[in-house]
């Protein structure tokens, strides 16, 4: 059973438009990531907080933003799609990295 | 050289035979090891945990860990063609990185019937 949900599972979405990616977790963990995933390539993590008003940039340079206004929540901008951002963006949550992540089910975006 | 390394495969086993997966880490004050599954076109699911050298068991699957070698293994006993999957090994680096943890590339696995 999830605990930490991203919407929308697919979106399809127009070159130049604004998206926000959505994930929350009900787990009250502190720590959470975004990585990205190109089909059958590594992971990238790409932001990561350590709880409210903390976030950093990760390993992979995106020109991606995220907040982290509530614990719970974990949102992932892109304020100008473009074709190279097509890909995975999965979302994960820890109370503590000791512990590993909990992924969520991930969000496949298609931008054309 | 990569601080998480595995064999990408695909790595091909009979069913029921025991599958071996193996991840090597560059950073010594590694302290927690972990073990993901990914079946394709879903997302990352943790099967195994591992943070003291020795054999971490739990059901058909065992984890072994050497910090002496740097290494970490994970054994799929009386493998079975729904553990076609890539499998991926993490580890977490205590320090700069505040408890991030490190992906290795994945090693793919299929279990043939």
């Known amino acids: 059973e999830a605990d930490i949900y991203q919407t929308p599972r697919y979106l399809v979405i127009g070159t130049g438009k604004k998206i926000t990616l959505e994930c929350s977790q009900t787990m009250g963990h502190d720590k959470m990531y975004w990585y990205q995933q190109d089909p059958g390539m590594e992971l990238h993590l790409i932001h990561y907080s350590y709880g409210v008003n903390s976030t950093e940039k990760g390993d992979l340079s995106s020109e991606s933003t995220v907040s982290r206004i509530r614990t719970e929540h974990f949102p992932l901008t892109l304020e100008s799609a473009r074709p190279s951002h097509t890909s995975q963006y999965l979302c994960?949550?820890?109370?503590?990295?000791?512990?590993?992540?909990?992924f969520g089910s991930g969000t496949r975006l298609t931008v054309v | 050289q990569k601080e998480v390394e595995q064999n990408s495969g695909p790595l091909s086993v009979p069913e029921g035979a025991i599958a071996s997966l193996n991840c090597t880490y560059s950073d010594r004050v590694s302290q927690s090891f972990f073990w993901y599954r990914q079946y394709s076109g879903k997302s990352p699911e943790l099967i195994m945990s591992?943070?003291?050298?020795g054999d971490k068991e739990d059901g058909r699957f065992t984890a072994q860990l050497n910090k002496a070698s740097q290494y970490v293994s994970l054994l799929i006993r009386d493998s079975q063609p729904s553990d076609s999957a890539t499998y991926l090994c993490a580890v977490i680096k205590r320090g700069g990185s505040q408890g991030n943890l490190i992906f290795g590339k994945g090693t793919k696995l299929s279990v043939k019937p």
């Open positions: 994960a949550s820890s109370p503590d990295g000791h512990y590993g992540y909990t």
């Open positions: 591992i943070y003291s050298n």
